[in-house]
Structures are given as structure tokens and as C-alpha cells.
Nanobody, 126 residues
Framework: VQLQAFGGGLVQAGGSLRLACAVSGRTSSSFTLAWFRQAPGKERAFVAATRWTGSNTYYADSLKGRFTLSRDSARNTVYLQMNSLKPEDTAVYYC????????????????????WGQGTQVTVSS
């Protein structure tokens, strides 16, 4: 499985960006995909997650209402729509995945994921 994240860039505070994570290779019905982010000098933090089948999505509490995860199964791509961006959203954003189902209590744990994309930089200017 390979993950490729793209769509990052420079945006002013209040603006929007849509990140994409393209998945190639064999997946499974229990495939779980997540977004994490890492700001300079900080630990990697959970953003959102979804399972390849079903419609459930999970978000970091602090990001609910601004970030939306969606999936295009035909394109094997997961999107992260980010609205009302703030300077504190500046980070490298990574998509991560695991072939097996990640239980809900572990969705925010980066060690639960096996595959990682290369990251895409998001910079929000004030």
C-alpha cells in the first residue's frame, strides 16, 4: 500500500484548503485511513479518520466543525476539507493507514497505523 498526500500550500487565515490522500495498492474492507499533523516543535497530532467501508468519520474534538473528511472510493482517495483556517493549523499533514480495522479508542494513536504518506505542508498566514 502506498499513500500520497497532496494539496497543501500557503493560505491566509480564514481561508480554506482541501488535502487529498491517494491510496494505491491492495486494500481491505477493514482498511482504516487517518490524517495526522505535526507542527514545528510539536508532536504529531490526530486530525481525523475514516474506515474504507461505512460512513463513520472521527475528528479531533478541537477540529470538529472546521475540518471535514470525505472519501471517493472510485478514485481510492480520501479528502480533508479544511475551512476557517488559523495560523495554529500550520503543520505538515500526513495521511496514514492500516490494513486492519483500528478500534475507535486507538484511532488517534499514530502507532496504530502501518502505512504513512510523505506529508504535505500547510502554512496559514495571519
Amino acid at each position: 500500500v502506498q499513500l500520497q498526500a497532496f494539496g497543501g500550500g500557503l493560505v491566509q487565515a480564514g481561508g480554506s484548503l482541501r488535502l487529498a490522500c491517494a491510496v494505491s495498492g491492495r486494500t481491505s474492507s477493514s482498511f482504516t485511513l487517518a490524517w495526522f499533523r505535526q507542527a514545528p516543535g510539536k508532536e504529531r497530532a490526530f486530525v481525523a479518520a475514516t474506515r474504507w467501508t461505512g460512513s463513520n468519520t472521527y475528528y479531533a474534538d478541537s477540529l470538529k466543525g472546521r475540518f471535514t473528511l470525505s472519501r471517493d472510493s472510485a478514485r481510492n482517495t480520501v479528502y480533508l476539507q479544511m475551512n476557517s483556517l488559523k495560523p495554529e493549523d500550520t503543520a505538515v499533514y500526513y495521511c496514514a493507514a492500516r490494513m486492519n480495522r483500528v478500534i475507535q479508542s486507538n484511532l488517534a494513536v499514530d502507532a496504530a497505523y502501518t502505512y504513512w504518506g510523505q506529508g504535505t505542508q500547510v502554512t496559514v498566514s495571519s
